[in-house]
């Protein structure tokens, strides 16, 4: 079974400032899906980064960006110039290549991210 | 459409009684996905549902659980005889055939006293 460690409960960064989330993950599947998604307090999860693992390319998204070393099997977030709405819970996920039933999620423990102004 | 909603958004009820969720998934999306959330943690699959076809679920989902998709459209999970231990956040999730990111709707937060 996977498993996906997240070892920050809590982070905190100053506004405009760049932060790093890890995640590490466990796995014997060569194709896989990792996501990263957030939730802020008291509203809905929302996608915030996606990478294929068969893609050696890190993904990249406006602010939002991954580095991805599938050989260590880490995934990490980067967060530049973080701003206040930045703030929230952030889930690093993963899901199997595979579908018909095995398209679940499985998500670490969370990361706490505080923006401080 | 506005995205996944799930109803009631809040639900106490005293322990023993049986309740029910209801999630309503994005209309062109065939997949749904209940997860269950508990304080501090991620989510936790409970079960997943193809169209109508219940596909996966896991051991987490007890002979207490029962989850249906009957039409295709939108799903409801049943939980008898409640515990305190069911108090969470039951968070469903939608996804096309097309493409692998899950929508999820707000949650039902359920408290057992």
């Known amino acids: 079974a996977q498993t996906v460690t997240q070892s920050q409960p809590e982070m905190s960064v100053q506004e405009a400032e760049t932060v790093t989330l890890s995640c590490t993950y466990d796995t014997s599947e060569s194709d896989y899906y990792l996501f990263w998604y957030k939730q802020p307090p008291s509203r809905q999860m929302i996608l915030v980064i996606r990478q294929e693992a068969y893609k050696q390319q890190n993904a990249t998204e406006n602010r939002f960006s991954v580095n991805f070393q599938k050989a260590a099997k880490s995934f990490s977030l980067k967060i530049s110039d973080s701003q206040l709405g930045d703030a929230a819970m952030y889930f690093c996920?993963?899901?199997?290549?595979?579908?018909?039933?095995?398209?679940?999620?499985?998500f670490g423990t969370g990361t706490r991210l505080t923006i401080i102004p | 459409d506005t995205g996944v909603s799930q109803n009631p958004r809040h639900k106490i009820t005293k322990r023993g009684q049986n309740v029910t969720f209801r999630c309503d998934p994005i209309?062109?999306?065939?997949?749904l996905y209940w997860y269950r959330q508990t304080l501090g943690q991620g989510p936790e699959f409970l079960t997943y549902f193809q169209n109508e076809a219940q596909l996966e679920k896991s051991r987490l989902l007890s002979d207490r659980f029962s989850a249906e998709r009957p039409k295709g459209s939108f799903s409801t999970l049943e939980i008898q005889r409640t515990e305190q231990g069911d108090s969470a956040m039951y968070l469903c999730?939608?996804?096309?055939?097309?493409?692998?990111?899950?929508?999820f709707g707000p949650g039902t937060r359920l408290t057992v006293l």
């Open positions: 209309s062109e999306h065939n997949r």
């Open positions: 996920a993963y899901r199997s290549s595979l579908n018909f039933g095995n398209e679940k999620l499985t």
């Open positions: 999730a939608s996804s096309s055939d097309f493409d692998n990111e899950q929508f």
